[in-house]
């Protein structure tokens, strides 16, 4: 079972449990099984649980789109993007790349945004000066995987 089932089914087990107790002195005076007792709280909890995920699954079904934002200063760090952008609307991830070999900061990166504020976020934020630099921001283009180019061969290596 994943993460979440689990805690699903041990939430339900639980709440069975305090449902058998509260139906067992609630209802004292009537001779019930106890084992119709435990089925009865464990409906409720499957009710109550099936209510909980629904909520969270309408959470998680956020579309986003990522974005493309050139031309950045190479002072800019994330948390300064983030900002910028999150005056547009809800970001998920921003990722500035650096140089592999240098660490400093290539002047491009990623933003990652909910797919309504995103067009919002271009039209708003594309050649608009940030940092005394002129923003270049677009939808990315996909990365495209191509086999040629994913494995180097010795002679790749050495040059």
């Known amino acids: 079972m994943k993460l979440p089932d689990q805690k699903a089914f041990i939430l339900s087990v639980v709440l069975a449990v305090v449902g058998f107790v509260i139906v067992k002195f609630a209802l004292a005076s009537l001779a019930l099984d106890a084992a119709l007792l435990f ?4 409906l409720i909890g499957g009710l109550v649980i ?3 995920s629904s909520e969270s699954t309408e959470e998680a079904e956020v579309k986003t789109k990522t974005l493309y934002v050139g031309n950045l200063p190479y002072r800019a760090n994330e948390g300064v993007v983030r900002a910028l952008f999150e005056e547009q609307g809800k970001v998920f991830n921003v990722r500035l790349l650096k140089d592999k070999n240098t660490g400093k900061r290539r002047g491009f990166g990623f933003v990652e945004m ?3 504020d995103a067009d919002n976020a271009i039209a708003k934020l594309n050649d608009s000066e940030f940092q005394q630099r002129t ?3 677009r939808e990315a283009k996909q990365k495209q995987e191509d086999d040629s180019n994913s494995f180097r061969t010795e002679s790749d290596q050495s040059v």
């Open 39 to 42: 089925g009865v709280g464990l």
């Open 50 to 52: 099936a209510a909980m």
């Open 114 to 116: 909910a797919q309504a």
């Open 135 to 137: 923003l270049k921001v």
